[in-house]
Nanobody, 124 residues
Framework: QVQLVESGGGLVQPGGSLRLSCAAS????????IGWFRQAPGKEREGVSC????????YYADSVKGRFTISRDNAANTVYLQMNSLKPEDTAVYYC?????????????????WGQGTQVTVSS
């Protein structure tokens, strides 16, 4: 049974940092594409970052390049999203997402499994 459990969200001031974790179970993490999406109130869910199946290449949305870093710990079967220099516009619910059938996962149509989400609020 596939499960994705996020943690690490919270309230942080602009310019601050957070690290999100996604603990995966029921499958071997490095065999599949896994990534992070976010959804702000009144907006569509969007891809933030992902690690590809196979060579583990990383991808980032333009809005987070240079500030966010995705990584994967295969031994722990966990993927992380380090978020630095956070801005109020980063406020959203962040979701971990898994694709069983595509090389990357940066579109909602590619996602086979979602985590429950974790709230990130950037505010002074």
């Amino acid at each position: 049974q596939v499960q994705l459990v996020e943690s690490g969200g919270g309230l942080v001031q602009p310019g601050g940092s957070l690290r999100l974790s996604c603990a995966a179970s029921g499958f071997t993490l490095d065999y599949y594409a896994i990534g992070w999406f976010r959804q702000a109130p009144g907006k569509e869910r969007e891809g933030v970052s992902c690690i590809s199946r196979g060579d583990g290449s990383t991808y980032y949305a333009d809005s987070v390049k240079g500030r966010f870093t995705i990584s994967r710990d295969n031994a722990a079967n966990t993927v992380y999203l380090q978020m630095n220099s956070l801005k109020p516009e980063d406020t959203a619910v962040y979701y971990c997402a898994l694709s069983l059938h595509t090389i990357v996962v940066n579109r909602t149509t590619q996602v086979d499994y979602w985590g429950q989400g974790t709230q990130v609020t950037v505010s002074s």
